[in-house]
């Protein structure tokens, strides 16, 4: 695979009151075309902080971040950021509306992915009408409607009760798969960054380094849960959660 994504020497430098903080300090990442790469560490860490810098939003930096050449991205923040004056239908197709790709073919993709995601027949409703789980739900068709060619997720699934954390993270993690998606998830469950990543990046404390790099050796055609049951899975938890309580220590 060719490297879509190229980091190197990567700092970040935050002025407060305090003085001055680094978030990052020669950072350096190389991202396959098609891979799904996920992120933890310690809180504050720069995790998020990372996934600004990659999209764009934040251009205060040292290092050099090269993409591949008409590279399309799209950040899923943690928040749902819906719009409460637009439907949910609108909502969906913002990115879209914004990009002038409201094509038949992407209008129809929108379609299928509000039917996929439940939310079709509310796609006349407003964001107000629906649950916390559903307003994720649509703010991650309205991340994939414009058919990034990598996708920035900051804790995609966090505000999602556990049924539904899995039973979505599921469907992202097919989709991704099916259509060759490059993923870089940011996460602080270390069970969704195993079984949703092909490789688990743990970042140290601030200012983030890479502390450790772990390929995920698990079946790549299966569903989520049947990778939790994978007898790999609790030996890359160990060694996850070894990494992340000597960052605390």
Same mark, same amino acid.
């Given at each position: ?11 970040? %430098?935050? @002025?407060?009151? #305090? ?8 950072? %350096?990442?190389? !991202? ?7 992120? &933890? ?17 934040? *251009?205060?930096? =040292?290092?050099? $971040? ?33 990009? @002038?790709?409201? +094509? ?5 993709? !929108? ?35 414009? =058919? ?6 900051? #804790? ?12 979505? +993270?599921?469907? &992202? ?6 259509? @060759?998606?490059? !993923?870089?998830?940011?996460? @602080? %469950? ?9 490789? &688990?990046? &743990?970042? +140290? ?5 890479? =502390? ?6 698990? /079946?790549? %055609? !299966?569903? $989520?849960?049947?990778?939790? =049951?994978? #007898? ?11 990494? *992340?309580?000597? /960052?605390? +220590?």
């Amino acid at each position: 695979m060719n490297n879509i994504l190229e980091i190197k020497n990567l700092t970040k %430098n935050y @002025h407060t009151k #305090e003085g001055e903080i680094k978030a990052l300090n020669n950072f %350096n990442l190389e !991202v396959k075309e098609g891979e799904i790469i996920a992120i &933890v560490g310690p809180s504050g860490c720069g995790k998020s902080t990372l996934l600004s810098l990659i999209s764009g939003l934040d *251009l205060d930096y =040292k290092g050099n $971040i090269k993409a591949k050449d008409k590279l399309k991205m799209a950040y899923m923040l943690q928040s749902d950021a819906l719009l409460p004056w637009l439907t949910i239908y609108e909502n969906a197709i913002l990115g879209l509306k914004i990009n @002038h790709e409201l +094509s038949k073919e992407n209008i129809e993709y !929108v379609l299928y992915l509000l039917d996929l995601y439940n939310l079709k027949e509310f796609k006349d409703a407003y964001p107000k009408s629906l649950s916390g789980g559903m307003k994720q739900r649509l703010a991650l068709i309205r991340t994939l409607a414009t =058919k990034p060619d990598i996708l920035l997720l900051d #804790e995609p699934f966090c505000a999602l009760d556990q049924q539904a954390r899995l039973l979505i +993270s599921d469907d &992202v993690y097919q989709i991704c798969k099916k259509e @060759h998606k490059t !993923v870089i998830l940011v996460t @602080h %469950n270390i069970e969704e960054a195993i079984t949703f990543s092909d490789r &688990v990046i &743990v970042l +140290s404390k601030r200012p983030a380094i890479i =502390k450790n790099i772990i390929p995920i050796k698990m /079946n790549n %055609n !299966v569903s $989520i849960l049947e990778r939790r =049951k994978d #007898e790999a899975y609790q030996q890359y938890f160990d060694l996850i959660w070894k990494d *992340l309580e000597y /960052n605390e +220590s």
